[in-house]
């Protein structure tokens, strides 16, 4: 966990460097397209999976989402601080928890009520209406969290049902599938340099959800989910580092507070012997 922190920190920053004269669109879409090139050993073998037309629904649904929420995260990442990118991400799990009720019929019990109600405090926290300007960037990040946690919420779905390797192979495929048509409208002809940095960017994401894969198979979630904390620590100090961005205290405060809220959920759901539902917040990532 402490590698997947780190890629995903990389991620962020080296989508941040590409700057903004790629429309967020086409940066969304690039990095798709040059991940495509990991599918091919993982989709190796998959061919006679039997798919039903309920099933193409569900890879079309989730593919809409993601496409909506990595087109808001680069929007984002353009805007606004690392930190701030970072620590409003880990809202998607608590939106995953409160979905799971309408969706997979869990029960919310008193406690989760009141994890997601801190959760929400850690953001008002973060945004503070009225003290400071709520940037785009900010309202593009509270959307992300929510489509991100229908289409991980449909991927729960879906993993019951289908290989794991076939998710997470027809997400990027139906993926770059959406964004194509949205990239060619905005189309700005990417430089080499460009094009190395998302290349770098789709290296980076594929290694951290492999990490990931790897601690989830060593350690219970109750074990792997806090240490996420430190990628909030890594994204601030690179940020005020490499981008000279300022040090935001409420910033930490408020994602501590949020982080806090997802770890306990995940700590109830492995208490009550119940199958997680909450996902740990770089799996609500690129």
Same mark, same amino acid.
């Given at each position: 966990?402490?590698?997947? +922190?780190?890629?995903?920190?990389?991620?962020?920053?080296?989508?941040?460097?590409?700057?903004?004269?790629?429309?967020?669109? @086409?940066?969304?879409?690039?990095?798709?397209?040059? +991940?495509?090139?990991?599918?091919?050993?993982?989709?190796? =073998?998959?061919?006679?999976?039997?798919?039903?037309?309920?099933?193409?629904? &569900? !890879?079309?649904?989730?593919?809409?989402?993601?496409?909506?929420?990595?087109?808001?995260?680069? !929007?984002?990442?353009?805007?606004?601080? #690392?930190? %701030?990118?970072?620590?409003?991400?880990?809202?998607?799990?608590?939106?995953?928890?409160?979905? /799971?009720?309408?969706?997979?019929?869990?029960?919310? /019990?008193?406690?989760?009520?009141?994890?997601?109600?801190?959760?929400?405090?850690?953001?008002?926290? #973060?945004?503070?209406?009225?003290?400071?300007? #709520? %940037?785009?960037?900010?309202?593009?990040?509270?959307?992300?969290?929510?489509? !991100?946690?229908?289409?991980?919420?449909?991927?729960?779905?879906?993993?019951? %049902? *289908?290989?794991?390797?076939? $998710? $997470? +192979?027809?997400?990027?495929?139906? $993926?770059?599938?959406?964004?194509?048509?949205?990239?060619?409208? *905005?189309?700005?002809?990417?430089?080499? @340099?460009? &094009?190395?940095?998302?290349?770098?960017?789709?290296?980076?994401?594929?290694? +951290?959800?492999?990490?990931?894969?790897?601690?989830?198979?060593?350690?219970?979630?109750?074990?792997?989910?806090?240490?996420? !904390?430190?990628?909030?620590?890594?994204?601030?100090?690179?940020?005020?580092?490499?981008? /000279?961005?300022? $040090?935001?205290?409420?910033?930490?405060? =408020?994602?501590?507070?949020?982080? =806090?809220?997802?770890?306990?959920?995940?700590?109830? @759901?492995?208490? &009550?012997?119940?199958?997680?539902?909450?996902?740990?917040?770089? /799996?609500?990532?690129?």
């Amino acid at each position: 966990m402490l590698v997947t +922190g780190l890629c995903f920190v990389a991620v962020t920053a080296l989508v941040k460097m590409t700057g903004n004269r790629i429309p967020a669109t @086409e940066s969304a879409f690039l990095r798709y397209l040059l +991940g495509l090139v990991f599918l091919i050993p993982l989709l190796r =073998g998959l061919g006679g999976t039997r798919l039903t037309p309920r099933h193409w629904r &569900l !890879f079309v649904f989730r593919g809409i989402c993601h496409s909506c929420g990595v087109i808001l995260w680069f !929007f984002a990442m353009t805007r606004i601080p #690392i930190s %701030e990118v970072t620590a409003m991400n880990y809202l998607s799990p608590v939106y995953v928890s409160i979905g /799971a009720v309408f969706v997979l019929g869990e029960k919310l /019990a008193i406690r989760r009520i009141m994890a997601i109600v801190a959760a929400l405090i850690g953001v008002l926290v #973060i945004l503070r209406p009225g003290v400071r300007e #709520i %940037e785009d960037g900010h309202l593009a990040m509270l959307i992300c969290a929510v489509v !991100f946690a229908a289409g991980y919420l449909t991927a729960k779905i879906l993993a019951d %049902e *289908v290989p794991a390797a076939l $998710v $997470v +192979g027809m997400l990027s495929i139906f $993926v770059t599938l959406f964004l194509a048509p949205f990239a060619i409208a *905005v189309w700005v002809p990417p430089t080499w @340099e460009e &094009l190395g940095l998302l290349f770098l960017v789709a290296c980076f994401a594929t290694a +951290g959800h492999y990490t990931m894969t790897l601690a989830f198979a060593a350690a219970p979630m109750t074990v792997t989910q806090p240490v996420t !904390f430190l990628q909030l620590v890594w994204a601030t100090l690179l940020g005020a580092l490499l981008f /000279a961005e300022p $040090v935001d205290i409420w910033v930490v405060i =408020g994602g501590s507070i949020i982080l =806090g809220a997802v770890s306990f959920i995940t700590w109830r @759901e492995a208490v &009550l012997k119940r199958r997680p539902i909450t996902p740990p917040g770089p /799996a609500t990532k690129l």
